[in-house]
């Protein structure tokens, strides 16, 4: 079984299916990998503009709506500079296949 | 799980975003959700995968699996499949 559990209570980055990515502390999950997150964050990329996180604080993500969750290196990510990084946004998982 | 002890190797994932992760195969279960150790992804064009380890990823979101040809044994493959259709069924499997 491919469980979750390993990354309750650690900082984890989710990227959901419309293509955002949101970072938080795992507090809970279920079998449909609907998530808990607390201290949550929105962090958006943009070719033109340098990257910003939103604070969403405590959030309930739909299951179906996740598309994978990481566990990340602290360090590496605390000496990586946002500001200097410019990215396109991620493709939606939806119907992809057409466009 | 066969799918899991015959490909516990390195796998190439590909999602419907188009992302494309590879990563060894750590485990899977019965909706296909994949978790993956030692991930590698194109940091410089996904700044999203930036210091990850290890991911998690939905099965409804997977597009393709790839597998290296040379690393999977056809005869083995087949072989382990019937010896597991015969353990789930209990029926004898009449060979070629």
Redesign the interface.
């Known amino acids: 079984?491919?469980?979750?559990k390993?990354?309750l209570n650690e900082k984890v980055?989710v990227?959901t299916?419309d293509?955002r990515?949101l970072l938080g502390v795992l507090e809970g999950f279920d079998r449909t990998?609907n998530l808990v997150l607390s201290s949550a964050k929105e962090?958006i990329?943009s070719i033109d503009e340098p990257?910003k996180d939103i604070s969403m604080g405590l959030c309930i993500v739909r299951?179906?709506e996740?598309?994978?969750?990481?566990?990340?290196?602290?360090?590496?990510?605390d000496s990586?500079d946002?500001s200097k990084?410019f990215?396109?946004k991620?493709?939606?998982?939806?119907n992809?296949?057409i466009d | 799980m066969l799918f899991f002890s015959f490909f516990k190797t390195l796998v190439d994932q590909e999602l419907k975003n188009d992302v494309k992760i590879t990563g060894t195969l750590r485990s899977i279960d019965q909706y296909l959700n994949i978790k993956l150790d030692n991930v590698q992804t194109d940091v410089a064009k996904y700044p999203h995968f930036v210091a990850v380890r290890s991911v998690f990823i939905r099965g409804s979101t997977i597009r393709y699996i790839h597998l290296n040809p040379n690393s999977v044994d056809t005869n083995l493959l087949q072989d382990a499949s019937r010896r597991e259709a015969m353990a789930s069924s209990g029926d004898k499997i009449v060979g070629r």
């Open positions: 079984m491919s469980t979750l390993p990354f980055k990227l299916a293509g990515l990998t962090r990329f990257t299951g179906n996740v598309v994978s969750i990481s566990d990340y290196d602290e360090q590496v990510e990586t946002y990084i990215a396109e991620l493709k939606d998982t939806r992809s296949l």
